[in-house]
Structures are given as structure tokens and as C-alpha cells.
Nanobody, 123 residues
Framework: QAQLVESGGGLVQAGGSLRLSCAASESIFSFNVMGWYRQAPGKERELVAAITNGDSTKYADSVKGRFTISRDNAKNTVYLQMNSLKPEDTSVYYC?????????????????WGQGTQVTVSS
């Protein structure tokens, strides 16, 4: 049973940056896709970014050009660099991982989820 632990969330002013990290308890190369989702109060969980073990990526339109997902297989860690943050980026951010998923897979098909980390962007 793999575990995913997120870190790096916090409070930042609009226009600022944060880098989220997701550390896995097993080799992340075993996961076909790892991703970041977010969920704000009263809203559905939505994809932010995802990356395959071949380094193909997918981003939500709302974060393209501002966020970058990357993975470090040696450290078993996936990162989400968030720049030019906006108040509407405020949410709980969750890391996930899936063995048999693809970039287009819905969230219900992922095998593991982290506990989430809060990101708050003040205006």
C-alpha cells in the first residue's frame, strides 16, 4: 500500500509562488501517471496537472503557463511549481498516483491519494 505525503502549502499573496511536493513511499516509476487535483469548499475536485512516467503532461486551462508539474524519480517525488498565483487558486491540493491510468483518466480510477495541503492566496 503506497503512501503519498504532500507538503509546501501555505498562505501567499496574489502574484506570489509556491512549490508543492508529493513524496511517495515506493518508486514513482511504477505509477503510470501522477497528478495534482484541487478542491475548494462547495466545489468538485478538479484536475490541476498530471504527468506520466514518460514525462508527458496535462494541465487545466486555468493554470497553463503558470503551473509546472515535474517528477524526480530518484527522490520518488512529484512537484507542482505554482507561479503568478491568484485568489481563485485557493484550495486544498491533493496528490494522486495510478498504475493503470492515462492522462485522461477520471479521478476515481487513481489508486492512491495524499491527505491534501491547503493553499491560500490573498488578494
Amino acid at each position: 500500500q503506497a503512501q503519498l505525503v504532500e507538503s509546501g502549502g501555505g498562505l501567499v499573496q496574489a502574484g506570489g509562488s509556491l512549490r508543492l511536493s508529493c513524496a511517495a513511499s515506493e518508486s514513482i516509476f511504477s505509477f503510470n501517471v501522477m497528478g495534482w487535483y484541487r478542491q475548494a469548499p462547495g466545489k468538485e475536485r478538479e484536475l490541476v496537472a498530471a504527468i506520466t512516467n514518460g514525462d508527458s503532461t496535462k494541465y487545466a486551462d486555468s493554470v497553463k503557463g503558470r503551473f509546472t508539474i515535474s517528477r524526480d524519480n530518484a527522490k520518488n517525488t512529484v512537484y507542482l511549481q505554482m507561479n503568478s498565483l491568484k485568489p481563485e487558486d485557493t484550495s486544498v491540493y491533493y496528490c494522486n498516483a495510478g498504475y493503470g491510468v492515462v492522462l485522461e483518466s477520471p479521478p476515481g480510477e487513481y489508486d492512491y491519494w495524499g491527505q491534501g495541503t491547503q493553499v491560500t492566496v490573498s488578494s
